[in-house]
Structures are given as C-alpha cells and as structure tokens.
C-alpha cells in the first residue's frame, strides 16, 4: 500500500512537472511569436510578422545543430554556412522588434535564397527544399502579383538549378544521404507548421469577425427599436402642442383650459427631454465620443442639486423623500456621469411609486468604496425582469402615473458605472417596491470638488 501511494504521488508530482515545463515552453514560444507585434497593430501585419518569426524560430536550433556536427566531421565551409544562416535567422528577431518589418522580410528572403541556393549547390546536402519554405513565405506575407510571380520564377530557378545541376567543387565535401533526407524532412515540416499556424491565424481572425458581426447585427436591433421608440415619444407630445396652439390661436381654448393642458403637457415634454438627454448620452458613448475624467467631489451637494430637478413631480405625487447622506462622502468619478446615473435612478424610484409613497437615500463609507441606495416602496420588479433591465431585450414600463421612457436610462447607468470602476445592484420584489445600490470608488485625501 505504501508503495502504491509513492507511485501516486511520484505519478502526480512527475504530471505537475510537465505541465510546468509545458507551460513555460508554451510561454516563450508565444513571446518570440509575437516578437515585434505591439497592440493596436492592424491584423494583417500583426499575421504576417508572426509568420516570419514562426519561419526563423526553428531555423535557429536545427542550424546551430548541424554547425556543431559539420565542426566535428571537419567541414567547415558548411559550418560557416550554417553559423550565418543562423545569424540571419537571429537577424529577423532584431529587425522585427526594432519595427524594421520590410528590412526583415527583405533579409530573410534574399539571404536565405543565397545561402541555401549556394549550400545545395556545392555540398548537395539536400537543403534547396528550403527554397521551398522561402517560397511559401513570400505568398504568405505579400499581395502584389508581380512581386510574386517574379519571387516564384527565381526560387524555382534557383531550386531546379542546384538540385539537378550541382557543382562537384573539390573543397565542398558532400555530405551523407542520411544527412540530405533529414534536410528534407525539415523542409517539408517547416512548410507544414508555416501553413498550420496561418490557417489557424486565419481561423480565428474568422471567429473575431463573426463575434464582431454578431454583436453589431444585435446593436442595429437595439438601436432601431430605440428610436422606434423615441420616435413615438416625441411624435405624441409635439402633436398634442400642435393642436393645443392651434386650438389656442383659433379661440377655441379660454386661459383657463390651456393653463391646464399646459401643465400636463409640461410633464409630457419633461419627460421627453429627459430620454432625449439620455439618448445623446449614450450615442456619444457609443461613438466612443464621452471619455471619463474622475475627480474627487462631495456627494451631498450632487444629490441635493439632482433632487431639486424632481420637485415638481415629488410634490404631484405627494411623495416623501428622505435622505441619509453624511457631508463627508467624497467619490472619485466623473461628475456628470454621476449626475446622469443618479438622476435616472431617481427619476425611475419617483416614476414608479405610488402616490404618497416613500423614497429612501442613504449613503455610506465602505473604505474603498462609496455605496449610495435608492429605495422606494413603489410597484417593484419581477425577478425574471430584472436581467434585462441592463439592456433592451425588456420592453419599456409605464410608470404609475402613465411615465413612459425608452427605456434607455438603466443602460446609460449600467455603462457609467462601469466606466468609473463601480457597480449597480437591483433588488426589487413586485408590490413592494424596489431598491437601487450604486457603488462608485471613495475620493480620500484630497480636497472636494465644488459641483456647483
């Protein structure tokens, strides 16, 4: 039993080591791969500089190899041979990280075609297969068609020239059979891990395509039932204005009558102001058009101004408003990104609560973090709803008063808040309401803000 146990544990621990191994193998093939590859570089040149670090990487071990053997079997033209291919090799590595991408394509084409053109002719070790490599990598890594017609007439030429006519040169000693069907080998495995790895390049620039294909066939679905509803927003407020005015003009209204149609279509036109800053918020993110700029501010004030903005509706509903925000509560986030999550969120508690009913503010200090709530007591939310309040896959609700909005404000809050390295969390029941914790980083140490 003892020894089934060592045999496990020597078995586990052998597992874990080459994994490790495999690991680190992994990791330093990917960082010569990408070799002279920087973010923000266009895929096409990101692809084929990783071909031609992928082209060179092997050519390094495999020559240092053979310029060890032809050192110990007294041919030293060859080894010379092969130290300055494999200087070249370790050329293109220096060229690529130093962003010189045409002088490392240049040097390994034209200096391998003369080096293994001049190795196969002269010591006919079989090594014109890499011409072959040479081949593919200039259709791999270039477009133009004469520049490719005119590499793939020389390379053949070259290839066919020293395979069937080498040059029987006294101090170039031939090497052994065996030597040339490793060459090959080499050769042909050399194409091969070239082709495997483009198409694998290939395939996954196809599946971020895709991706990105999807996630903008989503988008357009989004935007259009977003303006589809905007539209309708707009549209019957601005006819109710029109027929009011006209109305109004011909006589047929008193003051009295349009002061009242007046003052519910004030609401209305609010409300629609309200989506359409929305709106124009998220467009601009969506453009990349809003960049976050975080400050340190006092939170107090900030809620006090936005409050100020819902008076009216407050007092319409006869709603209370209680608040629980100590003075000393500093956040670091962008200010106008706060007030338009913070205004959505209150703008919705207010939308949704009954009239009479409660809405409750409170903040806190969590160290790293402020924590601001909004809770109200109004008609809350199912659960099942509550996943796709962060996007538009749920239709639009009417508030308690018949508020309608696009939507859109929960989305905008979503955003920023991630923007400012926070988070909202949604807690809601249906019929008793519901309960908004915005978490946004604390401004400590220094002085706030005025947000006034």
Request: hydrophobic share 50%; aromatic share 12%; glycine share 8%.
């Amino acid at each position: 039993m003892e020894n089934f146990r060592l045999y496990i544990f020597a078995a586990a621990m052998a597992q874990h080591y080459v994994r490790k191994i495999l690991s680190t193998i992994s990791d330093y093939w990917n960082r010569i791969i990408n070799i002279g590859v920087y973010p923000g570089m266009p895929f096409i040149e990101a692809r084929r500089t990783k071909v031609l670090n992928l082209m060179s990487l092997p050519g390094v071990p495999f020559t240092a190899y053979f310029l060890v053997l032809n050192i110990c079997q007294g041919r030293f033209l060859l080894s010379l041979i092969n130290l300055m291919t494999m200087c070249g090799s370790l050329a293109v590595f220096y060229f690529n990280k130093k962003r010189y991408y045409l002088s490392a394509r240049v040097w390994l084409i034209v200096y391998n075609l003369v080096l293994y053109t001049v190795s196969a002719l002269y010591f006919h070790n079989g090594v014109e297969f890499f011409l072959l490599t040479v081949l593919i990598l200039i259709f791999l890594i270039y477009d133009n068609k004469w520049l490719l017609t005119g590499g793939a007439i020389v390379l053949v030429a070259c290839f066919m020239y020293a395979h069937f006519f080498p040059v029987n040169w006294g101090p170039a000693v031939p090497v052994p059979a065996s030597r040339i069907a490793v060459n090959v080998i080499i050769a042909i495995l050399f194409i091969i891990i070239a082709l495997t790895y483009f198409k694998k390049v290939h395939e996954d620039y196809q599946e971020q395509t895709e991706i990105q294909r999807k996630a903008l066939d989503a988008m357009n679905r989004d935007k259009e039932k977003l303006f589809s509803i905007i539209a309708h927003d707009i549209r019957s407020p601005l006819a109710t204005l029109e027929v009011l005015l006209e109305m109004f003009r011909k006589g047929e209204y008193g003051e009295a009558e349009m002061k009242i149609a007046a003052a519910s279509l004030n609401e209305k036109v609010k409300q629609v102001g309200g989506s359409l800053d929305n709106l124009l918020h998220w467009s601009a993110t969506q453009m990349k058009g809003i960049a976050t700029k975080p400050v340190i501010f006092s939170l107090s004030p900030l809620v006090l101004e936005v409050l100020q903005l819902f008076e009216s509706n407050i007092l319409e509903k006869k709603l209370t408003v209680n608040m629980d925000l100590p003075e000393n509560l500093q956040l670091y986030a962008d200010k106008d990104q706060v007030v338009v999550i913070i205004r959505n969120l209150l703008g919705n508690a207010i939308k949704f609560s009954h009239g009479g009913g409660m809405i409750q503010m409170k903040g806190s200090d969590q160290g790293e973090d402020i924590v601001f709530s909004i809770a109200d007591n109004g008609v809350g939310i199912a659960a099942d709803k509550i996943a796709s309040l962060f996007n538009f896959k749920g239709a639009p609700a009417y508030g308690t008063a018949g508020e309608r909005g696009a939507g859109l404000g929960l989305l905008l809050c979503h955003e920023f808040a991630l923007q400012n390295s926070g988070r909202i969390i949604i807690e809601s029941e249906v019929s008793k309401g519901s309960i908004f914790t915005l978490t946004l980083p604390a401004g400590k140490g220094q002085e706030a803000e005025d947000v006034f």
